[in-house]
Protein backbone atom coordinates (compact mmCIF):
# COMPACT_ATOMS: atom_id res chain seq x y z
CA UNK A 1 0.00 0.00 0.00
CA UNK A 2 1.14 3.46 -0.94
CA UNK A 3 -1.25 6.18 0.82
CA UNK A 4 0.44 8.90 -1.62
CA UNK A 5 1.73 8.43 -4.96
CA UNK A 6 2.53 11.02 -7.27
CA UNK A 7 5.55 12.34 -10.09
CA UNK A 8 7.91 15.03 -8.00
CA UNK A 9 6.06 17.71 -10.60
CA UNK A 10 2.62 16.81 -8.80
CA UNK A 11 3.77 16.69 -5.36
CA UNK A 12 5.78 20.23 -5.75
CA UNK A 13 2.30 21.44 -7.12
CA UNK A 14 0.37 19.91 -4.33
CA UNK A 15 2.81 21.43 -1.50
CA UNK A 16 2.51 24.70 -3.30
CA UNK A 17 -1.37 24.82 -4.06
CA UNK A 18 -2.61 22.75 -1.10
CA UNK A 19 -1.67 22.15 1.87
CA UNK A 20 -0.04 18.78 1.24
CA UNK A 21 -0.64 16.77 5.09
CA UNK A 22 -4.58 17.55 4.20
CA UNK A 23 -4.00 16.08 0.79
CA UNK A 24 -1.91 13.37 2.37
CA UNK A 25 -4.32 12.64 5.79
CA UNK A 26 -7.34 12.27 2.89
CA UNK A 27 -5.48 9.76 1.12
CA UNK A 28 -4.89 7.70 4.37
CA UNK A 29 -8.07 8.06 4.87
CA UNK A 30 -9.07 6.57 2.13
CA UNK A 31 -6.51 3.85 1.82
CA UNK A 32 -6.99 2.84 5.62
CA UNK A 33 -10.33 3.70 6.86
CA UNK A 34 -9.37 5.65 9.68
CA UNK A 35 -7.88 9.13 10.65
CA UNK A 36 -4.19 9.83 11.13
CA UNK A 37 -2.58 10.52 14.82
CA UNK A 38 -1.87 14.27 15.22
CA UNK A 39 1.38 13.12 15.41
CA UNK A 40 1.44 11.64 11.79
CA UNK A 41 -0.14 15.22 10.65
CA UNK A 42 2.05 17.45 12.01
CA UNK A 43 5.53 15.08 10.67
CA UNK A 44 3.66 15.27 7.46
CA UNK A 45 3.23 19.07 7.39
CA UNK A 46 6.97 20.07 8.50
CA UNK A 47 9.17 17.03 7.27
CA UNK A 48 7.15 17.00 3.57
CA UNK A 49 7.60 20.87 3.29
CA UNK A 50 11.49 20.01 4.05
CA UNK A 51 11.31 17.47 1.09
CA UNK A 52 9.65 19.92 -0.92
CA UNK A 53 12.96 22.08 -0.29
CA UNK A 54 15.02 19.49 -1.50
CA UNK A 55 13.59 18.38 -4.70
CA UNK A 56 13.09 21.84 -5.79
CA UNK A 57 16.81 21.26 -7.72
CA UNK A 58 16.02 21.44 -11.79
CA UNK A 59 18.48 18.38 -12.07
CA UNK A 60 16.31 16.19 -10.53
CA UNK A 61 13.65 14.86 -12.79
CA UNK A 62 10.34 15.84 -13.05
CA UNK A 63 9.52 12.50 -13.75
CA UNK A 64 10.58 10.45 -10.68
CA UNK A 65 8.07 9.01 -9.19
CA UNK A 66 7.22 9.93 -5.16
CA UNK A 67 6.15 7.76 -2.69
CA UNK A 68 4.24 8.55 0.93
CA UNK A 69 4.23 6.37 3.41
CA UNK A 70 4.92 3.31 1.42
CA UNK A 71 4.06 0.09 3.97
CA UNK A 72 6.01 -2.90 3.60
CA UNK A 73 3.55 -5.77 3.04
CA UNK A 74 3.50 -8.35 6.08
CA UNK A 75 5.10 -5.95 8.48
CA UNK A 76 3.05 -2.84 10.50
CA UNK A 77 6.32 -0.49 9.06
CA UNK A 78 5.52 2.45 6.25
CA UNK A 79 8.44 4.03 4.61
CA UNK A 80 7.95 7.46 5.00
CA UNK A 81 9.11 8.68 1.94
CA UNK A 82 10.36 6.81 -1.29
CA UNK A 83 11.46 8.56 -4.82
CA UNK A 84 11.89 6.06 -7.96
CA UNK A 85 13.36 6.27 -11.28
CA UNK A 86 16.41 4.90 -13.24
CA UNK A 87 20.49 4.85 -13.49
CA UNK A 88 21.96 6.35 -16.36
CA UNK A 89 22.28 2.19 -17.16
CA UNK A 90 18.67 2.18 -16.60
CA UNK A 91 18.89 0.20 -13.51
CA UNK A 92 15.65 0.76 -11.65
CA UNK A 93 16.55 2.52 -8.68
CA UNK A 94 14.75 3.50 -5.21
CA UNK A 95 15.77 6.08 -2.59
CA UNK A 96 14.11 5.24 0.63
CA UNK A 97 14.39 8.29 3.05
CA UNK A 98 13.27 8.04 6.81
CA UNK A 99 12.15 11.64 7.83
CA UNK A 100 12.76 12.95 11.62
CA UNK A 101 11.93 15.89 13.30
CA UNK A 102 14.38 15.33 16.12
CA UNK A 103 16.76 18.32 17.32
CA UNK A 104 18.71 15.84 20.04
CA UNK A 105 19.37 12.59 20.65
CA UNK A 106 21.58 10.09 23.23
CA UNK A 107 23.95 7.66 22.24
CA UNK A 108 22.84 4.16 23.36
CA UNK A 109 25.15 1.35 23.97
CA UNK A 110 23.30 -1.15 21.71
CA UNK A 111 23.68 -1.96 18.54
CA UNK A 112 21.73 -0.20 16.15
CA UNK A 113 19.80 1.76 19.17
CA UNK A 114 19.46 5.53 19.93
CA UNK A 115 17.24 7.50 22.36
CA UNK A 116 15.55 10.38 21.31
CA UNK A 117 12.55 11.74 22.25
CA UNK A 118 9.70 10.32 19.44
CA UNK A 119 6.79 11.67 18.55
CA UNK A 120 6.41 14.30 21.39
CA UNK A 121 6.79 11.75 24.06
CA UNK A 122 9.14 10.87 26.42
CA UNK A 123 13.25 9.78 25.72
CA UNK A 124 13.17 6.48 24.44
CA UNK A 125 15.13 3.87 22.80
CA UNK A 126 14.61 2.62 19.42
CA UNK A 127 16.45 2.45 16.17
CA UNK A 128 19.15 4.92 14.83
CA UNK A 129 17.23 6.35 11.85
CA UNK A 130 19.94 5.00 9.09
CA UNK A 131 19.73 1.26 10.69
CA UNK A 132 15.55 1.99 10.40
CA UNK A 133 15.88 3.25 6.57
CA UNK A 134 18.47 0.27 5.44
CA UNK A 135 16.24 -2.72 7.56
CA UNK A 136 13.23 -1.32 5.44
CA UNK A 137 15.36 -2.07 2.50
CA UNK A 138 16.12 -5.25 3.23
CA UNK A 139 12.94 -6.25 4.30
CA UNK A 140 12.03 -5.17 1.00
CA UNK A 141 15.05 -7.11 -1.20
CA UNK A 142 14.21 -10.55 0.97
CA UNK A 143 10.56 -10.57 0.16
CA UNK A 144 9.45 -8.51 -2.41
CA UNK A 145 9.79 -10.29 -5.65
CA UNK A 146 9.33 -7.27 -8.46
CA UNK A 147 12.75 -5.66 -6.30
CA UNK A 148 14.60 -8.91 -6.41
CA UNK A 149 13.40 -10.05 -9.78
CA UNK A 150 14.24 -7.05 -11.49
CA UNK A 151 17.03 -6.15 -9.84
CA UNK A 152 15.54 -2.61 -8.38
CA UNK A 153 18.78 -1.20 -6.59
CA UNK A 154 17.45 0.19 -3.18
CA UNK A 155 19.26 3.09 -1.19
CA UNK A 156 18.11 4.30 2.01
CA UNK A 157 19.23 7.33 3.83
CA UNK A 158 17.88 9.63 6.64
CA UNK A 159 16.82 13.22 6.54
CA UNK A 160 16.84 14.51 10.15
CA UNK A 161 16.14 18.34 8.83
CA UNK A 162 15.61 20.02 12.48
CA UNK A 163 18.65 18.16 13.76
CA UNK A 164 22.48 20.05 13.81
CA UNK A 165 25.56 17.62 13.86
CA UNK A 166 25.86 17.43 17.54
CA UNK A 167 28.42 14.78 17.66
CA UNK A 168 26.05 12.13 18.54
CA UNK A 169 23.65 11.15 15.42
CA UNK A 170 26.78 10.57 13.45
CA UNK A 171 28.83 8.82 16.26
CA UNK A 172 30.59 6.46 15.25
CA UNK A 173 29.39 3.68 17.14
CA UNK A 174 26.81 3.86 14.41
CA UNK A 175 29.40 3.48 11.55
CA UNK A 176 28.13 0.34 9.65
CA UNK A 177 25.13 1.78 9.27
CA UNK A 178 25.63 5.23 8.78
CA UNK A 179 27.52 3.52 5.93
CA UNK A 180 24.81 1.72 4.75
CA UNK A 181 21.88 5.08 5.04
CA UNK A 182 23.97 7.80 5.59
CA UNK A 183 22.01 10.72 7.02
CA UNK A 184 21.61 14.42 6.16
CA UNK A 185 21.12 17.36 8.61
CA UNK A 186 19.78 20.84 8.80
CA UNK A 187 22.90 22.78 8.30
CA UNK A 188 25.28 24.40 6.04
CA UNK A 189 25.80 22.24 2.41
CA UNK A 190 23.34 19.29 4.29
CA UNK A 191 20.67 20.40 1.47
CA UNK A 192 22.72 20.04 -1.05
CA UNK A 193 24.81 16.94 0.35
CA UNK A 194 21.07 14.91 -0.03
CA UNK A 195 20.25 16.13 -3.25
CA UNK A 196 23.62 14.94 -4.39
CA UNK A 197 22.50 11.54 -3.34
CA UNK A 198 19.43 11.56 -5.11
CA UNK A 199 20.86 12.46 -8.00
CA UNK A 200 23.46 10.14 -7.86
CA UNK A 201 21.17 7.40 -7.93
CA UNK A 202 17.62 8.63 -9.92
CA UNK A 203 18.94 10.14 -13.17
CA UNK A 204 15.63 9.09 -14.75
CA UNK A 205 12.24 9.51 -13.88
CA UNK A 206 9.85 6.46 -14.59
CA UNK A 207 6.61 8.26 -13.49
CA UNK A 208 6.13 6.16 -10.46
CA UNK A 209 6.13 2.86 -12.65
CA UNK A 210 8.40 0.88 -10.04
CA UNK A 211 6.46 2.28 -7.02
CA UNK A 212 3.45 0.27 -8.46
CA UNK A 213 5.49 -2.88 -9.37
CA UNK A 214 6.86 -2.82 -5.60
CA UNK A 215 3.25 -2.36 -4.11
CA UNK A 216 1.72 -4.59 -6.27
CA UNK A 217 4.63 -7.50 -5.89
CA UNK A 218 4.17 -11.12 -5.01
CA UNK A 219 5.28 -11.39 -1.20
CA UNK A 220 8.09 -14.27 -0.86
CA UNK A 221 11.13 -14.67 0.30
CA UNK A 222 14.03 -14.45 -2.35
CA UNK A 223 16.16 -17.33 -3.34
CA UNK A 224 19.18 -15.57 -1.79
CA UNK A 225 17.81 -15.82 2.18
CA UNK A 226 16.38 -18.98 1.31
CA UNK A 227 20.03 -20.34 0.49
CA UNK A 228 21.25 -18.53 3.43
CA UNK A 229 18.89 -19.80 5.96
CA UNK A 230 19.27 -23.80 4.58
CA UNK A 231 22.97 -22.88 4.65
CA UNK A 232 22.77 -22.39 8.38
CA UNK A 233 20.79 -25.37 9.74
CA UNK A 234 22.67 -27.82 7.12
CA UNK A 235 25.19 -29.28 9.74
CA UNK A 236 24.56 -27.85 12.90
CA UNK A 237 23.72 -30.87 15.22
CA UNK A 238 21.29 -28.59 17.08
CA UNK A 239 18.66 -28.46 14.56
CA UNK A 240 19.06 -32.54 12.92
CA UNK A 241 15.58 -34.39 12.99
CA UNK A 242 15.80 -38.05 14.41
CA UNK A 243 13.23 -40.48 14.88
CA UNK A 244 9.41 -39.35 15.28
CA UNK A 245 10.66 -35.92 14.33
CA UNK A 246 11.89 -37.04 11.17
CA UNK A 247 8.26 -38.37 10.78
CA UNK A 248 6.16 -35.41 11.65
CA UNK A 249 8.32 -33.18 9.58
CA UNK A 250 7.88 -34.99 6.39
CA UNK A 251 4.39 -35.50 7.02
CA UNK A 252 3.91 -31.42 7.61
CA UNK A 253 5.45 -30.67 4.58
CA UNK A 254 3.12 -33.05 2.78
CA UNK A 255 0.13 -31.41 4.08
CA UNK A 256 1.39 -27.94 3.58
CA UNK A 257 1.91 -28.95 -0.08
CA UNK A 258 -1.31 -30.18 -0.47
CA UNK A 259 -2.67 -26.93 1.34
CA UNK A 260 -4.57 -24.10 -0.62
CA UNK A 261 -7.35 -21.40 -0.14
CA UNK A 262 -10.22 -24.30 -0.75
CA UNK A 263 -8.38 -26.74 1.23
CA UNK A 264 -7.26 -25.58 4.72
CA UNK A 265 -4.82 -28.19 6.30
CA UNK A 266 -4.31 -27.96 10.11
CA UNK A 267 -1.62 -30.06 11.75
CA UNK A 268 -1.77 -30.93 15.47
CA UNK A 269 1.32 -32.11 17.00
CA UNK A 270 1.61 -32.93 20.78
CA UNK A 271 4.53 -33.36 21.74
CA UNK A 272 5.56 -32.94 25.86
CA UNK A 273 9.26 -31.10 27.17
CA UNK A 274 12.18 -32.30 25.34
CA UNK A 275 10.65 -34.15 22.43
CA UNK A 276 11.99 -31.73 19.79
CA UNK A 277 8.76 -29.60 19.25
CA UNK A 278 10.74 -26.41 18.24
CA UNK A 279 13.47 -28.63 16.55
CA UNK A 280 11.18 -29.93 14.22
CA UNK A 281 9.34 -26.44 14.00
CA UNK A 282 12.42 -24.23 12.94
CA UNK A 283 13.31 -26.84 9.93
CA UNK A 284 9.79 -26.31 9.16
CA UNK A 285 10.69 -22.51 8.52
CA UNK A 286 13.76 -22.85 6.92
CA UNK A 287 12.73 -25.72 4.45
CA UNK A 288 9.24 -23.91 3.61
CA UNK A 289 11.15 -20.90 2.66
CA UNK A 290 13.50 -22.90 0.66
CA UNK A 291 10.15 -23.76 -1.35
CA UNK A 292 9.50 -20.15 -1.55
CA UNK A 293 6.64 -20.51 0.53
CA UNK A 294 5.15 -17.39 2.60
CA UNK A 295 5.94 -18.66 6.04
CA UNK A 296 6.30 -17.50 9.72
CA UNK A 297 7.18 -18.98 12.74
CA UNK A 298 4.92 -18.00 15.30
CA UNK A 299 5.23 -18.43 19.21
CA UNK A 300 3.18 -16.28 21.96
CA UNK A 301 6.73 -15.69 23.95
CA UNK A 302 9.51 -13.46 22.67
CA UNK A 303 12.14 -15.89 23.33
CA UNK A 304 12.02 -18.50 21.37
CA UNK A 305 11.73 -16.30 18.65
CA UNK A 306 14.79 -14.16 19.42
CA UNK A 307 16.63 -17.46 20.27
CA UNK A 308 16.43 -19.14 17.24
CA UNK A 309 16.34 -15.97 14.78
CA UNK A 310 19.70 -15.51 16.76
CA UNK A 311 21.04 -18.84 15.85
CA UNK A 312 19.78 -18.48 12.05
CA UNK A 313 21.17 -15.60 11.67
CA UNK A 314 24.32 -16.24 11.03
CA UNK A 315 25.87 -13.41 8.31
CA UNK A 316 22.72 -12.82 7.24
CA UNK A 317 21.00 -9.47 8.30
CA UNK A 318 18.96 -9.11 11.63
CA UNK A 319 16.18 -7.76 10.41
CA UNK A 320 15.54 -10.45 7.49
CA UNK A 321 15.49 -13.07 9.67
CA UNK A 322 13.44 -11.35 12.63
CA UNK A 323 10.46 -10.83 9.44
CA UNK A 324 10.47 -14.83 9.66
CA UNK A 325 9.39 -15.04 13.07
CA UNK A 326 6.34 -12.94 14.61
CA UNK A 327 4.11 -12.86 17.97
CA UNK A 328 0.73 -14.56 18.06
CA UNK A 329 -0.90 -11.44 18.79
CA UNK A 330 -0.52 -9.89 15.05
CA UNK A 331 -2.89 -12.19 13.28
CA UNK A 332 -6.07 -10.43 13.93
CA UNK A 333 -5.99 -7.91 10.80
CA UNK A 334 -4.57 -10.45 8.49
CA UNK A 335 -6.49 -11.11 5.35
CA UNK A 336 -7.42 -15.02 4.67
CA UNK A 337 -4.99 -16.74 3.08
CA UNK A 338 -2.11 -14.67 3.02
CA UNK A 339 0.45 -17.04 3.91
CA UNK A 340 1.11 -20.20 2.56
CA UNK A 341 1.96 -22.04 6.09
CA UNK A 342 2.00 -20.55 9.37
CA UNK A 343 4.08 -22.77 11.95
CA UNK A 344 2.63 -22.22 15.41
CA UNK A 345 5.48 -23.02 18.34
CA UNK A 346 3.97 -23.40 21.84
CA UNK A 347 0.65 -23.34 20.47
CA UNK A 348 -1.05 -24.10 24.30
CA UNK A 349 0.32 -20.35 25.09
CA UNK A 350 -1.98 -18.94 22.41
CA UNK A 351 -4.56 -16.39 23.73
CA UNK A 352 -7.95 -15.23 22.66
CA UNK A 353 -7.75 -11.65 22.37
CA UNK A 354 -4.41 -9.51 21.51
CA UNK A 355 -3.11 -6.40 22.01
CA UNK A 356 -1.93 -4.77 25.18
CA UNK A 357 -4.96 -4.31 26.50
CA UNK A 358 -6.39 -7.41 25.58
CA UNK A 359 -8.86 -5.78 23.25
CA UNK A 360 -8.12 -6.95 19.91
CA UNK A 361 -9.23 -9.48 17.73
CA UNK A 362 -11.65 -12.40 18.55
CA UNK A 363 -9.61 -15.70 18.87
CA UNK A 364 -6.21 -16.26 18.15
CA UNK A 365 -6.51 -19.98 17.03
CA UNK A 366 -9.08 -18.53 14.82
CA UNK A 367 -7.24 -15.85 13.66
CA UNK A 368 -4.23 -18.18 12.78
CA UNK A 369 -5.96 -20.81 11.06
CA UNK A 370 -7.91 -18.16 8.95
CA UNK A 371 -4.56 -16.64 8.11
CA UNK A 372 -2.96 -19.64 5.98
CA UNK A 373 -3.19 -22.31 3.83
CA UNK A 374 -1.81 -24.88 6.41
CA UNK A 375 -1.45 -24.01 10.12
CA UNK A 376 1.24 -26.38 12.31
CA UNK A 377 0.36 -26.25 16.29
CA UNK A 378 2.96 -27.42 18.22
CA UNK A 379 1.03 -28.00 21.62
CA UNK A 380 1.55 -29.41 25.08
CA UNK A 381 -1.61 -29.20 27.41
CA UNK A 382 1.06 -29.99 30.42
CA UNK A 383 2.97 -26.40 29.94
CA UNK A 384 -0.33 -23.66 30.25
CA UNK A 385 0.68 -21.85 32.30
CA UNK A 386 -1.41 -18.72 32.45
CA UNK A 387 -5.21 -18.51 33.16
CA UNK A 388 -5.23 -16.49 29.91
CA UNK A 389 -3.65 -19.47 28.05
CA UNK A 390 -6.14 -21.37 25.59
CA UNK A 391 -4.22 -23.45 23.39
CA UNK A 392 -5.37 -26.98 24.54
CA UNK A 393 -5.17 -29.58 22.18
CA UNK A 394 -9.23 -30.08 22.52
CA UNK A 395 -9.70 -26.61 21.44
CA UNK A 396 -7.09 -26.73 18.66
CA UNK A 397 -8.82 -29.24 17.07
CA UNK A 398 -12.70 -27.70 17.64
CA UNK A 399 -11.08 -24.25 16.17
CA UNK A 400 -9.86 -26.76 13.07
CA UNK A 401 -13.16 -28.38 12.40
CA UNK A 402 -15.21 -25.09 13.08
CA UNK A 403 -13.01 -23.46 10.01
CA UNK A 404 -13.73 -26.27 7.80
CA UNK A 405 -9.92 -27.66 7.82
CA UNK A 406 -8.72 -30.99 6.84
CA UNK A 407 -7.08 -32.07 10.64
CA UNK A 408 -3.93 -34.11 10.96
CA UNK A 409 -2.98 -35.34 14.52
CA UNK A 410 0.54 -36.00 15.25
CA UNK A 411 3.08 -37.06 18.58
CA UNK A 412 6.22 -36.52 19.44
CA UNK A 413 6.85 -39.34 21.92
CA UNK A 414 10.79 -39.60 22.05
CA UNK A 415 12.62 -38.04 25.25
CA UNK A 416 15.58 -35.85 24.01
CA UNK A 417 16.06 -33.94 27.02
CA UNK A 418 16.57 -34.80 30.81
CA UNK A 419 19.35 -37.49 29.22
CA UNK A 420 16.64 -38.99 27.70
CA UNK A 421 14.85 -40.26 30.68
CA UNK A 422 11.16 -40.52 30.04
CA UNK A 423 10.89 -41.98 33.69
CA UNK A 424 12.34 -38.33 34.93
CA UNK A 425 9.27 -36.64 32.63
CA UNK A 426 6.77 -39.01 34.60
CA UNK A 427 8.72 -38.79 38.25
CA UNK A 428 8.03 -35.29 37.85
CA UNK A 429 3.77 -35.31 37.22
CA UNK A 430 3.89 -37.66 40.42
CA UNK A 431 6.61 -35.73 42.29
CA UNK A 432 4.30 -31.84 41.11
CA UNK A 433 1.21 -33.96 41.79
CA UNK A 434 0.21 -33.30 38.25
CA UNK A 435 -1.07 -37.07 38.01
CA UNK A 436 -0.34 -40.07 39.26
CA UNK A 437 2.22 -42.28 37.97
CA UNK A 438 4.17 -45.82 37.96
CA UNK A 439 7.08 -43.55 38.40
CA UNK A 440 7.88 -42.93 41.98
CA UNK A 441 11.81 -42.47 40.95
CA UNK A 442 13.96 -42.33 37.82
CA UNK A 443 17.33 -43.49 36.75
CA UNK A 444 19.67 -41.12 38.86
CA UNK A 445 22.61 -42.21 37.19
CA UNK A 446 21.92 -40.59 33.82
CA UNK A 447 20.00 -37.63 35.20
CA UNK A 448 22.31 -35.49 37.63
CA UNK A 449 18.98 -34.53 40.27
CA UNK A 450 19.64 -33.02 42.98
CA UNK A 451 17.68 -31.17 45.76
CA UNK A 452 20.41 -28.89 47.54
CA UNK A 453 19.59 -26.93 50.78
CA UNK A 454 19.92 -23.02 49.90
CA UNK A 455 19.34 -20.96 46.72
CA UNK A 456 23.07 -19.83 47.33
CA UNK A 457 24.49 -23.23 46.65
CA UNK A 458 22.12 -23.80 43.97
CA UNK A 459 23.58 -20.70 42.57
CA UNK A 460 27.25 -22.10 42.74
CA UNK A 461 26.21 -24.83 41.44
CA UNK A 462 25.26 -23.56 38.06
CA UNK A 463 27.61 -21.33 38.21
CA UNK A 464 30.28 -23.64 37.78
CA UNK A 465 28.46 -26.14 35.41
CA UNK A 466 28.34 -22.93 33.22
CA UNK A 467 31.83 -22.26 32.73
CA UNK A 468 31.91 -25.54 30.45
CA UNK A 469 29.81 -24.17 27.51
CA UNK A 470 27.12 -20.89 28.95
CA UNK A 471 24.50 -23.30 28.76
CA UNK A 472 23.46 -23.22 32.72
CA UNK A 473 20.88 -21.00 34.05
CA UNK A 474 19.00 -20.44 37.48
CA UNK A 475 14.99 -19.66 37.18
CA UNK A 476 12.15 -19.41 39.64
CA UNK A 477 8.52 -19.04 40.32
CA UNK A 478 7.60 -15.74 39.43
CA UNK A 479 6.60 -14.91 43.03
CA UNK A 480 9.10 -12.08 44.06
CA UNK A 481 8.82 -8.22 42.83
CA UNK A 482 10.26 -6.64 39.88
CA UNK A 483 12.07 -4.20 41.94
CA UNK A 484 15.31 -3.78 39.77
CA UNK A 485 12.75 -2.67 36.54
CA UNK A 486 11.99 1.06 38.74
CA UNK A 487 15.32 1.00 40.57
CA UNK A 488 18.56 -1.02 38.47
CA UNK A 489 20.06 -0.94 41.84
CA UNK A 490 18.03 -2.76 44.04
CA UNK A 491 17.45 -6.37 44.03
CA UNK A 492 14.36 -8.63 43.51
CA UNK A 493 15.16 -12.06 45.33
CA UNK A 494 16.70 -11.89 48.72
CA UNK A 495 16.85 -14.54 50.98
CA UNK A 496 19.25 -12.50 53.91
CA UNK A 497 19.59 -15.85 55.87
CA UNK A 498 21.43 -17.65 53.46
CA UNK A 499 23.34 -14.42 52.28
CA UNK A 500 21.76 -14.76 48.92
CA UNK A 501 20.36 -11.86 46.84
CA UNK A 502 19.50 -11.99 42.57
CA UNK A 503 17.87 -9.59 40.27
CA UNK A 504 15.19 -10.95 37.29
CA UNK A 505 16.60 -11.45 34.02
CA UNK A 506 13.79 -8.95 32.50
CA UNK A 507 15.79 -6.33 31.47
CA UNK A 508 19.13 -5.97 30.58
CA UNK A 509 18.97 -9.16 27.86
CA UNK A 510 15.54 -9.65 27.31
CA UNK A 511 14.56 -12.29 25.52
CA UNK A 512 18.04 -13.65 24.87
CA UNK A 513 18.53 -14.00 28.59
CA UNK A 514 18.94 -17.86 28.19
CA UNK A 515 21.92 -17.10 25.55
CA UNK A 516 23.58 -14.16 26.51
CA UNK A 517 26.82 -14.16 27.39
CA UNK A 518 26.99 -12.64 31.13
CA UNK A 519 23.42 -13.35 32.22
CA UNK A 520 24.27 -17.00 34.82
CA UNK A 521 23.94 -14.25 38.03
CA UNK A 522 21.00 -13.58 37.04
CA UNK A 523 17.34 -15.28 37.93
CA UNK A 524 14.76 -16.49 34.85
CA UNK A 525 11.57 -16.84 34.73
CA UNK A 526 9.00 -19.02 32.91
CA UNK A 527 8.26 -15.99 30.22
CA UNK A 528 11.81 -15.83 29.24
CA UNK A 529 12.76 -19.81 29.31
CA UNK A 530 9.45 -21.97 27.94
CA UNK A 531 10.41 -23.62 24.88
CA UNK A 532 14.46 -23.08 25.32
CA UNK A 533 16.83 -25.65 27.19
CA UNK A 534 19.81 -25.84 28.65
CA UNK A 535 22.22 -28.24 30.03
CA UNK A 536 21.45 -27.65 33.29
CA UNK A 537 18.58 -25.87 34.89
CA UNK A 538 18.72 -24.54 38.41
CA UNK A 539 15.35 -23.87 40.31
CA UNK A 540 13.89 -21.76 43.11
CA UNK A 541 11.02 -23.23 43.78
CA UNK A 542 9.00 -20.29 45.56
CA UNK A 543 5.97 -20.10 47.92
CA UNK A 544 3.51 -20.97 45.38
CA UNK A 545 4.14 -24.48 45.87
CA UNK A 546 4.32 -25.94 49.49
CA UNK A 547 4.78 -29.67 50.59
CA UNK A 548 2.78 -30.04 53.12
CA UNK A 549 2.58 -33.37 54.89
CA UNK A 550 4.61 -34.64 51.64
CA UNK A 551 1.88 -33.73 49.82
CA UNK A 552 2.31 -30.51 47.12
CA UNK A 553 -0.07 -28.25 47.51
CA UNK A 554 -0.74 -24.69 45.23
CA UNK A 555 -0.51 -21.16 46.86
CA UNK A 556 -1.59 -18.80 44.00
CA UNK A 557 -1.60 -15.61 46.48
CA UNK A 558 2.21 -16.50 47.08
CA UNK A 559 2.98 -15.37 43.22
CA UNK A 560 4.16 -11.70 42.32
CA UNK A 561 1.54 -9.05 41.63
CA UNK A 562 3.72 -8.35 38.97
CA UNK A 563 2.88 -12.04 37.12
CA UNK A 564 0.48 -11.64 34.47
CA UNK A 565 -0.10 -15.70 34.53
CA UNK A 566 -2.37 -15.56 37.31
CA UNK A 567 -3.71 -12.08 36.68
CA UNK A 568 -7.38 -11.46 37.60
CA UNK A 569 -7.57 -14.79 39.58
CA UNK A 570 -9.10 -13.24 42.80
CA UNK A 571 -11.98 -11.81 40.75
CA UNK A 572 -12.45 -15.38 39.03
CA UNK A 573 -12.23 -16.94 42.14
CA UNK A 574 -15.75 -15.53 43.30
CA UNK A 575 -17.12 -15.83 40.18
CA UNK A 576 -16.41 -19.29 39.72
CA UNK A 577 -14.50 -20.70 42.51
CA UNK A 578 -13.90 -24.46 41.78
CA UNK A 579 -13.29 -23.93 38.13
CA UNK A 580 -10.92 -20.90 39.10
CA UNK A 581 -9.36 -23.13 41.58
CA UNK A 582 -8.80 -26.26 39.19
CA UNK A 583 -6.97 -24.03 36.92
CA UNK A 584 -4.76 -22.16 39.02
CA UNK A 585 -3.64 -25.69 40.36
CA UNK A 586 -2.68 -26.58 36.69
CA UNK A 587 -0.87 -23.10 35.98
CA UNK A 588 1.24 -23.72 39.27
CA UNK A 589 2.33 -27.34 38.76
CA UNK A 590 2.34 -27.11 35.32
CA UNK A 591 5.06 -23.84 35.78
CA UNK A 592 7.11 -26.16 37.51
CA UNK A 593 7.25 -28.95 35.64
CA UNK A 594 8.51 -26.78 32.18
CA UNK A 595 10.56 -25.04 34.76
CA UNK A 596 12.29 -28.28 35.67
CA UNK A 597 12.17 -29.81 32.67
CA UNK A 598 14.80 -27.19 30.74
CA UNK A 599 17.56 -29.06 31.21
CA UNK A 600 19.06 -31.28 28.71
CA UNK A 601 21.71 -33.11 31.80
CA UNK A 602 20.44 -31.95 35.02
CA UNK A 603 18.53 -30.23 37.43
CA UNK A 604 18.92 -28.84 40.65
CA UNK A 605 16.24 -27.28 42.67
CA UNK A 606 15.96 -25.76 46.09
CA UNK A 607 12.31 -25.48 47.98
CA UNK A 608 12.43 -21.74 49.77
CA UNK A 609 9.03 -23.46 52.04
Known amino acids: MIVYQATKERFLHDNDHAQIEDVVENAFVQKTGRYASQGEFKAWRNSLAAMARVLRDRDIPDDIGVGIEFGIAQTAKRIDFVLSGAANDDTPHLVIVELKQWSTSRIS ?29 ALLNGFNEAVYESGTEL ?71 ADSLAKMLKGNREFVLVDDQKVVYETCLAKADQASNDRKQVVIVRGGPGTGKSVVAVNLLVELTRRGQLTKYVSKNAAPRAVYAQKLAGHLRKVEIGNLFAGSGGFHETPPNTFHTLVVDEAHRLNEKSGLYGNLGQNQIMELIRSAHCTVFFADDDQVVALSDIGRIAEL ?94 WDIEFPQFDYRARWNLDKDGSLWIVAPDSVEEVGCIHTCQGLELDYVGVIIGPDLQWIDGVPRVFPESRSSMDRTVRGYKKALKEEPDATRARLEIIVRNTYKTLMSRGMKGCYICMMN
Open 397 to 490: ERWATEMGAEVTRLELASQFRCAGSDGYIAWLDNFLGIRESANTDFDRDAFDFRIVDSPTELHDLIRKKNKANNKARVVAGYCWDWKSKKNPDA
Open 109 to 137: EKDGLIIANRGGRAEVEGAHPSYQAWSYA
Open 155 to 225: KPCAYLHNYRDDGVIRNAHYAPYLEKAPVFLDGAGELDKLRAFIKQHVRKGDRGKLLYEIAEGRIRPSKML
